[in-house]
């Protein structure tokens, strides 16, 4: 029989980067919530919060082994790493639209 570790409501961290998970929006480093009571295969319900009446950021199944358990849930650095993320996709795609113009381009 599997023992979990974590349970409902349970303030956790994601600890490694997965394709998986960017796709959703959700990278290493960010914290959310174990939303529902059961774990299926090995994996939890987790909802990644933003600060305020802000939009949450996704609401995903992560494996128990790809988060720990912590005392506090820091909505501020999930916004911190989004936008992070974001302002990557951006310069990335800067560049396709002007392939000439390398002044945000860093070595």
Known sequence: MEVNKMQEMDNVQVIVGKERYAREGVHKGMYGWICYPECSNGYWLVNFPQCGEKDDIAEISIKEEDMKVVPILHAIVN????A???KGMDTAKSFAENPDNLSDYMI
């Open 79 to 82: 916004e911190q790493i989004k």
């Open 84 to 86: 992070r993320f974001e």
